[in-house]
């Protein structure tokens, strides 16, 4: 390659290197997992049996089984848990758990009001504010409930196992249907049991899971979200046919080049050096 034909590659590579910066702050989402973590009635809570742990010379070997509810903690729901002919995790498209994330902060209104069902306006009052919430996005409601998460009665206001004294709050049937039909979202969150209200048909599930739009419950330190500018991933195992399953759901935060920080001083001391040795 002749010498102005490598400058000419650098000096492009150099042109399109912010691009490719992914300098974000990380923020895990997820509750731990453990055998006196919350489960909604009946549901087995997560179980570690079966540990051996074997000494070959001087290598320890720690292994064990495990069995958990599929929908406890924080976890994913597949399309099957709402639909027969569902997709199951296995089959679940990688693509549908990853998504520009947008977070609407209702923390003040669910301290007010347990059973707080957010409002269009609400949706309306942060477009207004961040702009349209894009296509295929992961929307996710800090109702700063995952601050009572170790405490069930804080959490669903009741310690009976009866369905019917669950009480928390949610999204009101008028906003799910907002987000599916007129923003095309790929994910709803929330940091209660449920977007859907307790002792309700479900229509959040009920319009989602068999459309392949995915639902996550149970997100922790959602409050530490910023309105917009993140990418939200939830991915879970592949397990063949389940309906759902704990994630490690975290955010990227995205970046966008502020003229100060050292990676734009950097790339533009490499342009002008490669520029100067071009010179001659
Ligand atoms: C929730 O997240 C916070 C902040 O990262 C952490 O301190 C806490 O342990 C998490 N809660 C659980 C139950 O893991
Ligand atoms: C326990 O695990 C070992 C392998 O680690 C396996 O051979 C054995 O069948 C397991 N026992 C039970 C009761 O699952």
Known sequence: MSHQVMHC???IS???WQTFIVSGKIIDLSHK???????????NHYKRSNVTV???????IEAGDYSSAEHGGTHLDAPVHFSENGVALDDLPIENTIADGVMIDVADEASRN????VPLSKVQEWERKNGDI???AAVIFNFGWHKRFH???LYVNTESNDWKDLKFPSVSEEVGMYLYEKRNIKIIGTDTMSPDPPNSGNPIHVRYLPNNKLIVENLNATDLLPPKNFRFHAAPVRYVGASGAQVRAYAIIYETQRSGSNAIYLKWS???ISAFIRVF
């Open 9 to 11: 590659v650098l000096l």
């Open 14 to 16: 150099l042109t399109l």
């Open 33 to 43: 997992h453990g055998p006196t973590t919350f489960m909604v009635p009946g549901f």
């Open 54 to 60: 074997t000494n070959r010379g001087n290598v320890r």
């Open 114 to 117: 347990i059973e707080y069902k």
């Open 134 to 136: 894009p296509q295929e």
């Open 151 to 153: 405490d069930k009665k």
């Open 270 to 272: 490499l342009v002008l």
